[in-house]
C-alpha cells in the first residue's frame, strides 16, 4: 500500500485530525460486523433485537443476544489499528476520536479521550430510575437482570434505532468535523445516520476526508480518497508519516 503525496503532505503537516470509526476497526480483533455476509445481522434480525420495542416485548431474549456479545468482546483485544490511534493522539494538538462501537476497545487500547456514540456495552442502566450498573449479569437462565436499587428492568446502555444519540458528544463531534483539515473514516459502512453525516460535514467544510475500508461503501463517492485494505495494516502506515513529522519538525 502506497499512501498518497496529497495525504502524505497534509499528514506531515497537519494539527487537527478527526477519527470517525465503525466496527470495520475491531473486525481484526476477532469482533464481528453488523453488515454483509459475515456480519451479526446475517444471522439475527436488527428489528428483533436493536430497538426499544423488540426489548419490551422479549427483554430475555435481547439480554441474552448482548450477553453472548459482552462475552465475545471482554475476550477480545485492542488490535494494531486502535493502537496506531493511540499514538495519533499523542502526536496531534487536535485530535478527536468519534466511535460508533460499543466494544470499549479503543478506551482499552488506551485513549484518553473517545465520543462514544452509539454508547458502551460494558454499561447498563435501569430503564426506570436511570440507575447504571457497571456489569450486569443475567440473574438467572432467561431472566432479564434488574436495579438493585427498584428492582426495574436494567437495558445496555447502547443506543437503538428510533433513539436519540447523546446530543453533547454529537455535536462536540460535529464540531470537530468542522474544523478539522483531515478526516479519517475507518471500517465503517457510513448506512447508519446521524454518524454517517459526520464525514459528509468534514468534506463541505473542506477538510481533506479518507476512508479506510476493506471495501467501496456508501461514503466512498463522497470521500477525497479511499484506501482500500484493513485498518489494521493501513493505520500504522499513517501514523509512522506522523512520527517522521514530528521528529523532522523537533530537528529542525
Ligand atoms: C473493515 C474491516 C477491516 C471490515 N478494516 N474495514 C437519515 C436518513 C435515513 C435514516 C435515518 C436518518 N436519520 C436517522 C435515521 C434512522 C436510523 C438510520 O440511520 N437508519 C438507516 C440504517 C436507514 N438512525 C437512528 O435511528 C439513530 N437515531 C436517530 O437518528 O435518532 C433520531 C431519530 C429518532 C426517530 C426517528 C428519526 C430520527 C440511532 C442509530 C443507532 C444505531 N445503533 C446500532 C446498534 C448499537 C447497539 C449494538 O451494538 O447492538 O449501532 S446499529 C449498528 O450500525 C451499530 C453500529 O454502530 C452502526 C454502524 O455500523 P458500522 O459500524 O458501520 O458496521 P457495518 O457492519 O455496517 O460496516 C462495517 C464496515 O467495516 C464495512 O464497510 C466493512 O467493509 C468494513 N470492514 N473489516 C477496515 N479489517
Ligand atoms: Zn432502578
Known amino acids: 500500500m502506497t499512501i498518497s503525496p496529497r495525504l502524505t503532505e497534509l499528514l506531515e503537516a497537519t494539527d487537527s485530525v478527526c477519527v470517525l470509526t465503525g466496527s470495520g476497526i475491531s473486525a481484526e480483533s476477532g469482533i464481528a460486523t453488523f453488515r454483509g455476509p459475515e456480519g451479526l445481522w446475517a444471522k439475527f434480525k436488527p428489528q428483533e433485537l436493536a430497538n426499544f ?4 416485548r422479549n427483554p430475555e431474549l435481547v439480554w441474552e443476544w448482548y450477553t453472548y456479545r459482552k462475552t465475545v468482546m471482554s475476550q477480545a483485544q485492542p488490535n494494531a489499528a486502535h493502537h ?72 445496555p446502555d447502547v443506543i437503538w434505532f428510533g433513539e436519540l444519540l447523546p446530543q453533547m458528544v454529537l455535536q462536540e463531534a460535529f464540531r470537530a468535523a468542522e474544523r478539522c483539515d ?12 446521524p454518524a454517517a453525516g459526520i464525514p459528509l460535514v468534514a468534506r463541505e467544510q473542506g477538510s481533506y476526508v479518507v476512508e479506510v475500508n476493506t471495501e467501496p461503501t456508501e461514503l466512498s463517492r463522497r470521500c477525497s480518497e479511499t484506501l482500500l485494505g484493513k485498518a489494521g495494516e493501513i493505520l500504522p502506515l499513517l501514523t509512522n508519516i506522523l512520527r517522521d513529522a514530528q521528529g523532522g519538525r523537533q530537528h529542525s
Do not use: W
Not at 502526536?91 to 488506551?110: K, M, P, S, Y
Not at 426506570?128 to 450486569?136: H, I, N, S, T, Y
Not at 483531515?182 to 445516520?193: I, P
Open 84 to 155: 496506531a490511534l493511540v499514538e495519533m493522539e499523542t502526536l496531534i494538538t487536535d485530535f478527536t476520536l468519534v466511535t460508533q462501537n460499543v466494544d470499549n476497545l479503543h478506551a482499552r487500547a488506551g485513549a484518553k479521550r473517545v465520543l462514544e456514540l452509539h454508547g458502551n456495552l460494558e454499561r447498563s442502566y435501569c430503564i426506570e430510575c436511570g440507575l447504571f450498573a457497571a456489569d450486569p449479569i443475567l440473574a438467572a437462565k432467561g431472566e432479564a437482570p434488574r436495579c438493585t436499587q427498584c428492582g426495574g428492568l436494567l437495558r
Open 53 to 56: 420495542d423488540a426489548f419490551m
Open 182 to 193: 483531515l478526516f479519517l473514516c475507518v471500517g465503517t459502512s457510513g448506512l447508519v445516520y
